[in-house]
């Protein structure tokens, strides 16, 4: 559909088709990667509603937000891996690559430890910190209290899939990473449902699917090479020095300020969560509900940021500031198309949708959730202007500016909407323009920026040769 829609836009005169083309092909991996990351995340939610109703699905949405602490970290943390392991590639450095990795994997796991210890101890309640429903966060810590033991590995299977994506192979954490996806699902159906585990099935299936893309990754990196895959671009001696100052301060120091802009989304979670519970467990398995479909829908802008980033980095490196905002303005008009498809499709079916989730179509979550989702389709149409023109932020190295953007969007706008709902009149409505005021807001934001300019002054003090402007 990325390509298909891209074509469309070119013919009507809308985006040049060449750099259609080559978006593409750098989105593509990454977008089915996504696709089937965020399906695992839904099926887990339908497949718990489906046994144990919104209790339970409540219960896992109050749990998502510790579990997304690991993906802040981990994909933080693997920026400063992308970033040193291309460097070290492009300058044929091998034994520097190792060391970059190895480093990255020792940090991660420093990091990820001690939340696996507070986690799984404290896992009712830190639940309870956010919900007041009793059912909801019983289900929601036996949840927490088996799934924190993945969190090391998830993270590691950011760290992993960066090292590929650093030396310009996007197809092998792409077949990873979506198999580990489909292997969780098949997984969560055989515990929830065949074992009648329930909430902890789901957990039990997403700590394992985790463990074997971990190891999958560890064997092709040691060995250079994966069955069904062949030959890989990096190999790494596992029994090489982990500990080296220099690299980990380095992968902490690149790594940080991403961790921070991952925090935006995780950390206003646990206030939104608390604020949904107050309008009740059948809203709260509504929202939840919402926003996997809205996890689902913002999919391809995975693929879209990335690829922005890269060729609009590469054009600024080159020296050519016109071609990189043209490659930036397409891309962008690239993304609004794709979201604009997948949010008409979405809304068209959007009842049938929920259903699949909550199980029954009398269920009280059930019209709460179609209008949420129905806000989503509106928003997520936002996020491609707002993911789109953050790519060639990115890529100058202005990031702050989306950080900032973002951060004003959620706590400033999206979060104080939401209360007003709970306490006010202005009820249900509060939490359908959160959703839109939570990609609106960042999107005239980041379009601003991108669309004035100073972007390009920023990256010349980045780019070789070339110094900062006064």
């Known amino acids: 559909m990325v390509l298909a829609v891209g074509l469309l836009l070119a013919r009507v005169g809308v985006v040049d088709e060449r750099r259609v083309r080559r978006t593409t092909d750098l989105a593509w991996p990454r977008v089915v990667t996504g696709i089937a990351r965020m399906s695992k995340n839904a099926v887990d939610v339908a497949m718990v509603g489906i046994v144990l109703g919104s209790a339970g699905i409540a219960g896992v949405g109050f749990a998502g937000p510790y579990w997304g602490i690991a993906f802040a970290l981990g994909g933080g943390l693997?920026?400063?891996?992308?970033?040193?392991?291309?460097?070290?590639?492009?300058?044929?450095?091998?034994?520097?690559?190792?060391?970059?990795?190895?480093?990255?994997?020792?940090?991660?796991?420093?990091?990820?430890?001690?939340?696996?210890?507070?986690?799984?101890?404290?896992?009712?309640?830190?639940?309870?910190?956010?919900?007041?429903?009793?059912?909801?966060?019983?289900?929601?810590?036996?949840?927490?209290?088996?799934?924190?033991?993945?969190?090391?590995?998830?993270?590691?299977?950011?760290?992993?899939?960066?090292?590929?994506?650093?030396?310009?192979?996007?197809?092998?954490?792409?077949?990873?990473?979506?198999?580990?996806?489909?292997?969780?699902?098949?997984?969560?159906?055989?515990?929830i449902f065949g074992f009648g585990m329930g909430a902890v099935g789901a957990a039990t299936g997403t700590v394992l699917s985790n463990v074997v893309a971990t190891g999958v990754f560890a064997v092709g990196l040691s060995r250079g090479r994966l069955p069904g895959i062949g030959e890989l671009p990096v190999q790494v001696d596992p029994f090489g020095p982990y500990v080296d100052l220099a690299t980990a301060r380095d992968i902490v120091d690149i790594g940080t300020p991403v961790v921070g802009r991952s925090m935006v989304w995780t950390v206003a979670e646990f206030p939104m969560l608390a604020i949904v519970d107050a309008f009740g467990v059948h809203v709260v398995a509504a929202y939840v509900v919402a926003r996997r479909i809205w996890g689902i829908m913002n999919t391809p802008g995975w693929g879209f940021g990335l690829a922005s980033s890269s060729l609009v980095g590469q054009s600024l490196g080159a020296g050519d500031e016109a071609e990189a905002e043209a490659f930036g303005e397409d891309v962008i008009r690239h993304a609004v198309g794709v979201y604009v498809v997948s949010a008409l499709l979405v809304a068209a079916f959007a009842d049938r949708i929920v259903v699949a989730f909550v199980g029954s179509p009398t269920d009280p979550a059930v019209p709460v959730a179609v209008t949420l989702v129905y806000a989503a389709c509106f928003a997520v149409v936002m996020q491609g202007v707002s993911g789109g023109a953050a790519g060639p932020l990115d890529a100058s190295g202005d990031t702050r500016w989306p950080f900032l953007a973002q951060a004003v969007g959620m706590f400033g706008c999206s979060i104080p909407l939401a209360y007003l709902g709970a306490t006010t009149p202005l009820g249900l409505w509060g939490l359908y323009l959160a959703f839109v005021a939570e990609t609106g807001v960042p999107a005239a934001l980041n379009y601003y920026r991108f669309r004035t300019g100073p972007w390009k002054a920023v990256s010349r003090g980045y780019r070789p040769g070339q110094p900062a402007d006064d």
Do not use: C, K
């Not at 020792?106 to 429903?133: C, G, K, Q, R, Y």
């Not at 209290?145 to 090292?163: E, M, T, Y």
């Open 78 to 191: 693997a920026a400063g891996t992308i970033a040193l392991v291309s460097q070290h590639f492009g300058a044929d450095t091998e034994e520097g690559v190792g060391q970059a990795v190895r480093s990255s994997v020792l940090v991660v796991v420093a990091v990820t430890l001690p939340m696996v210890a507070v986690l799984a101890t404290f896992a009712e309640p830190l639940i309870a910190l956010v919900s007041s429903n009793t059912a909801a966060v019983a289900i929601g810590g036996d949840y927490l209290r088996v799934v924190a033991f993945g969190v090391p590995f998830a993270a590691l299977n950011l760290v992993g899939s960066r090292v590929y994506i650093g030396v310009d192979d996007a197809w092998t954490p792409m077949a990873v990473r979506g198999g580990g996806a489909l292997l969780n699902i098949g997984l969560n159906a055989l515990f």
